[in-house]
């Protein structure tokens, strides 16, 4: 495996689909997908649709089998957004605290900011101090 640094990535994936001892060797092939999959499947068939989370590729249809997430990853399962700190009740007709509340960073789903993060409504957002006048500044992109 030495020099495997220096090979691009589509050598990599070369190197990968030949084994990398003699007498092994994987295909590389692209899985035709039904039409209704809109071009994301892990098989031909109209059931082997990836879910419309995954961004990709998948193993399965569930969205906890991505190989990449469209949106956000939330423990494993990608969703198209973080669980937010409110949910409505249905039996009060009020909006409530989530106990199960996360807040979007970069583009997976944490219950709490890192350290020199703040909570800005539903993501963390950098904070620092200026270094000439002291006072706190934000961080547009996390």
Not at 32 to 57: K, L, T
Not at 74 to 88: N, R
Request: hydrophobic share 30%; aromatic share 10%; glycine share 10%.
């Amino acid at each position: 495996m030495k020099g495997l640094r220096a090979l691009p990535v589509l050598g990599w994936l070369l190197h990968q689909a030949r084994g990398s001892k003699m007498g092994t060797s994987q295909a590389v092939t692209k899985t035709m997908c039904a039409p209704q999959c809109n071009g994301h499947c892990f098989g031909p068939n109209p059931n082997q649709s990836c879910h419309d989370e995954c961004a990709g590729g998948c193993g399965s249809p569930w969205e906890t089998d991505c190989f990449a997430c469209r949106h956000f990853n939330d423990s494993g399962a990608c969703a198209s957004l973080c669980p937010l700190p409110l949910v409505y009740n249905k039996l009060t007709f009020q909006l409530e605290p989530n106990p199960h509340t996360k807040y979007q960073y970069g583009g997976v789903c944490v219950a709490s900011c890192p350290h020199n993060f703040v909570i800005d409504h539903t993501s963390c957002q950098g904070l620092f101090w200026g270094q000439d006048s002291g006072r706190k500044e934000w961080v547009e992109d996390v």
